[in-house]
């Protein structure tokens, strides 16, 4: 027998929270630096790309970084539980993985950004084809979760899994803006296909809920394939195309805090939304000291991958409370003073991990409903 009280229920970013997945980083050790992660990390990582080091396929994180990241995650974790959230954890990777295909080679990426690899759309479970190879078999260790979830009745799905092979990503986001992204790929040893071209490649940061309604960012012929497959596959729900207001990921460009009222990183993304959400407020992100970031300049050569923005990716408890990085504190004061309440959790390493709070965790079960929002 199923209990469908225990299955999943999530259809929107701003309603009581009551279960949520937190991702974690044990064995984060390491970026692995091919053509995918260079391709997927391009708007950071350009600058750092002429450079002998950033040629490696590892560049190597200091274990002080990771024992500190997983400080803040087990801050993050204490956060959520005493808002009254119960809190499910992937399971922990027992050593570095290298992992591969017919095709390429990887070191796999712990489970911590589980916003990107799945989305919980209403009561089914998507998981979703992944852009970087190093994280191709990073849901494994959230099966078991959604296996009980999908024992208590939920739907479960997934996209096709994408071979990654030569040739399978579309560089037309930035070829758009005149971008030569050579330096991403030159050195891509990878073998190919015949016949595969371009693969339906999409994360789940790449949409944002808003009940019925979904706002899904399409930068590529990749995202398109997808955005096609999510409309054939959950026809019940209204998918929005956002027309490339992001390279991927969209939760530090957008975050609608409750109906009527969104988070945005600043007025020239306006333009990118739905009619309907002109007439919401806004609050505009505030600028940030960059002070609140580390410098890692002692430690030798390591990329900040993540965009500056990073902190604008919070995790709403519900309608009115909010967990924020505590080094953020120009956004915290913003929110406090439109009545939020804000639980302040430290983030230290988000640009180096490539991660906010709304990325490390996927809410499975919030209180609301397919609501109409955008009509």
């Not at 600058?47 to 993050?76: F, K, M, S, W």
């Not at 957008?254 to 309907?276: C, D, H, N, T």
């Amino acid at each position: 027998m199923t209990d469908p009280a225990l299955a999943v229920s999530s259809f929107d970013e701003w309603t009581q929270l009551r279960e949520v997945v937190v991702g974690r980083a044990e064995h984060y050790t390491a970026h692995h630096v091919d053509a995918s992660w260079r391709l997927f990390f391009f708007d950071n990582v350009a600058p750092a790309l002429t450079g002998g080091a950033a040629v490696q396929d590892l560049l190597p994180i200091p274990d002080r970084l990771v024992d500190e990241l997983n400080e803040d995650i087990a801050g993050l974790v204490d956060a959520v539980a005493g808002c009254g959230v119960r809190v499910h954890r992937p399971a922990a990777p027992g050593k570095d993985v290298d992992i591969s295909s017919p095709h390429w080679e990887a070191r796999a990426t712990p489970p911590l950004n589980v916003r990107d690899q799945t989305i919980v759309l209403g009561d089914t479970i998507v998981e979703t084809a992944p852009h970087v190879r190093a994280r191709v078999f990073e849901n494994d260790l959230l099966k078991p979760i959604f296996y009980r979830y999908y024992g208590a009745g939920s739907n479960w799905v997934s996209m096709p899994r994408p071979a990654l092979a030569r040739g399978s990503l579309d560089d037309a986001f930035f070829r758009r803006q005149g971008i030569d992204v050579s330096r991403a790929t030159d050195s891509e040893t990878v073998l190919d296909i015949d016949g595969l071209g371009l693969e339906m490649v999409f994360d789940g940061a790449q949409c944002m809920r808003l009940g019925r309604d979904v706002l899904v960012n399409v930068a590529n012929d990749n995202h398109e394939l997808a955005l096609r497959w999510l409309r054939d596959n959950l026809p019940h729900l209204r998918f929005h195309r956002l027309d490339g207001i992001a390279d991927n990921h969209i939760d530090s460009v957008i975050v609608p805090l409750r109906p009527g009222l969104m988070l945005l990183r600043s007025p020239e993304y306006l333009k990118y939304l739905p009619q309907a959400l002109h007439s919401w407020e806004v609050i505009y992100a505030p600028q940030t000291d960059d002070r609140n970031f580390p410098d890692y300049s002692d430690l030798g050569f390591v990329i900040p991958i993540g965009s500056r923005y990073m902190d604008i990716n919070v995790l709403s408890v519900d309608e009115n409370t909010v967990i924020v990085n505590s080094l953020y504190p120009e956004l915290i004061t913003v929110l406090e003073r439109r009545g939020f309440t804000v639980v302040p959790v430290r983030h230290r390493h988000r640009r180096l991990f490539g991660g906010g709070f709304h990325c490390f965790t996927l809410d499975t079960v919030r209180s609301g409903g397919c609501e109409d929002y955008l009509d």
